[in-house]
DNA sequence: ACCATTCTGGTACACAGGTACCATAATGGT
DNA sequence: ACCATTATGGTACCTGTGTACCAGAATGGT
């Protein structure tokens, strides 16, 4: 057989032609054709690859989603041996609030996927509700156990905590992207939001 | 001159067919076409009542904003005239959660308009960034004067706290329109939230 | 009564985008 | 060396969509 290329970095390659241009004039200006010159490779090229557009959407999104995971886990694997849930917890939500820049079309491709998804119920399943739920009992198993440690107030309900924890993570990240705050501001009521969780004795008000 | 029509009223028809098929089809499915067929006026009205698409979409959203605002003086409104602090945020922020279909409806076309906003700047200014602001603003005078009157443990920062309220708010929201979750566990993490700010000093694990 | 003005309808045009089709080049097994 | 297979290019077609154009109908002041 001839020049057998590797699919799956071509694929790649045109997946992030299209978050590329997905983050820079939104997912509307997505086509094939924009698409193909974004990622240097010709029309024909994107159509031989992924049989439709809406194939090649779908790909793009798990493609951003393989990609997070991995970021994500590079993230936690690079807290230093002894760290505290705290810690944990901190760099897991950091990760998912727009940062950098390449963070900001990160995010911002996926939440007008999660919109398109509102109204294309099949497209939601994996990536906006299995994969969020996932989130929560990951954090929510954290909190129990540092509950268990004395860490975090025995008190509080670890799977209510957890749904607030993202819940307010994505709110602030949607308010980055919308221009309203800025990333640091963010990153300042997230860790608000931290210190009166894990130093709940301190932290509250006298009574 | 002839048949003198309400303008105003033409134009709130149709934006209201817009946010209809937006609502269900979401707003890439929004169409001059699609929306004068489910206004129930031909395309040329539409044409004539708004100069262009754009300026089609540029109204609509201000229709949905001033329809908000209006639903939310109307829910403040029916609160019982004296009522506590608490009453007050949690009628302001269940409001803001996707509740019934109208309200799913809303959130659903406006978080559509955000996304939209995240590449087109000059879009989000008023809605995007100015509103939350405002409401932010309102949230925290409101926090502030239940601190005056003891409501409120008076070591919280009105601030912070007001960014987290529409923060949680925001990210239960989405996460509703997704599907994750159900109204009534959103309803349920915010007032968990509302428990831990007012009640602060019960709530709080005994430390 | 009349007619200018306001409102409404139908339709055509230009363009963009998804898809399909036809060709050609490169390659590796036999 | 050959050719079947894989990969790539160019382009044409059809549909949908925004916009423009050409009318005709309805009405209220004079």
New binding site residues.
């Given amino acids: 057989?001839?020049?057998?290329?590797?699919?799956d970095q071509?694929r790649a390659q045109i997946a992030e032609g299209l978050v590329r241009v997905a983050g820079r004039e939104g997912l509307h200006?997505?086509?094939?054709?924009?698409?193909a010159a974004e990622a240097g490779?010709?029309?024909?090229?994107?159509?031989?690859?992924?049989?439709?557009?809406?194939?090649?959407m779908h790909s793009a999104l798990l493609h951003l989603e393989r990609a997070s995971n991995e970021r994500w886990a590079a993230r936690l694997a690079e807290l230093p041996s002894p760290h505290t849930a705290r810690d944990y917890v901190e760099a897991f939500l950091a990760e998912a609030l727009p940062s950098d820049e390449r963070s900001r079309v990160f995010h911002l491709v996926w939440t007008s996927y999660a919109v398109l998804a509102m109204t294309d119920e099949p497209l939601a399943e994996q990536p906006f509700i299995d994969g969020p739920n996932r989130l929560e009992r990951q954090l929510a198993d954290v909190l129990r156990k540092a509950q268990a440690t004395g860490e975090l107030p025995a008190g509080l309900d670890p799977d209510h905590e957890a749904a607030r924890l993202t819940a307010v993570n994505h709110g602030l990240g949607t308010s980055v992207l919308v221009g309203q705050r800025t990333p640091e501001a963010a990153q300042a009521v997230l860790r608000y939001h931290l210190d009166h969780l894990f130093g709940a004795e301190e932290a509250a008000p006298r009574a």
């Fill in positions: 057989m001839p020049k057998t290329a590797d699919h071509r200006a997505v086509t094939m054709r924009s698409v490779v010709s029309l024909r090229l994107v159509q031989y690859y992924f049989e439709s557009k809406a194939q090649l």
